[in-house]
């Protein structure tokens, strides 16, 4: 084979190998910017949640979803819980899986905590409603936890764990491991790069769906404020710092609009907690 | 057009479109390049490389290791709880998508 023949069919294996290294990848031209480093991400993250189909993800996810609603309890308003799965509702529109049933309710605890299980479960508690002002901070928390399903991080978590193999068929036989392993990193709270990136897409959610995107800052800002409330302990715990969180999206502010929704009369109407 | 010229063009934009799928599977590759690093990172530095000869594959050592960390943390009971009465209740929640659009325009969210 000729040199050149060789070396135009491993160049896209060495290109891979190369840019899988990058940290960034944006070109500029024609006065635009492009992140390439999204089809690398994207491709990434679909290897890594390969193996899981939704109908095995929400079994998993209604294992520990059922695990939290008996630790604390579902909050008994059935006007309240209607609300916070519009809210909830309102934002999946705009969200990238359309493969997952979403559920939103509040636990009846007034810790300042907020949950997602894999298949869509979101879990709010009634001490976070309490601390939110309008529609729009409690919409965030919800966007912030509709990512980390959105984007796969406790199956990527899974496997990353070695508790997934190529078919998952175990997963079958031995529900029991892998909802006990999501219970227990509800708890501990994702690795820090997937609260950010849980933060990064959150607020474009918020964005996207019509929300003031401040929202989400003022909600970090509320909890960061109450933090000798032994209530907001287990949210610090589980998080990256508030200025870490902040300044990250801070440099989101240009790609934001400066308006949106806030609703804190339709808010406090319906969340008499 | 030349036939010359329309066979010049075609050569062109048959390049084109394979130098552009290459650039393409570059970046699938490295992003499934990067996903295999990682996984193979993760594996390696919890020294999970026992093989199955060896009297412990990697998953059974991973499983292992979150019920012993279970154990440890002592919530192996209360882990174990479930409320799935309260779970299917939600499944069972009476919101149509008529609900949701009236709700986002209520709130003039975006439609």
Known sequence: MRLDRILRLAAPALAAAFLSSCESLQISGGGRTYDLGKVVSAAQRVKEALVISPETERRIGREAAANLAAKHGIFDDPGATRYVNLVGLALVRKARRKDVSWRFAVLNTLDVNAYASPGGFIFVTKGLVKMCEDESELAAVLAHEIQHVDRKHALTALRRNNL????????????????RFIIGQMERGFDKGDELEADRHGILLLAKAGYDPTGLPRALEAQHNNLGDPHSAPFTARHPSFEERMRALSKLKADLPETGAVLK???????AI | MSLQVYNEAMRIRRRFLASALAVLAALVGAGWARASWSDFWSRWSQGLGADEESGGSRRSQAVAAVRGAWDKEGAAADSSRRNYSAIDK??????????????????????
């Open chain 1, 265 to 271: 009369k339709r808010f406090l109407d319906h969340t």
């Open chain 2, 90 to 111: 939600l499944d069972r929640l009476d919101i149509s998508d008529e609900d949701v659009a009236s709700f986002v325009r209520e709130g003039r969210l975006a439609p």
């Open chain 1, 164 to 179: 997934i193999e190529a078919g998952s068929e175990w997963l079958k036989k031995d529900l029991d491991i892998a909802s």
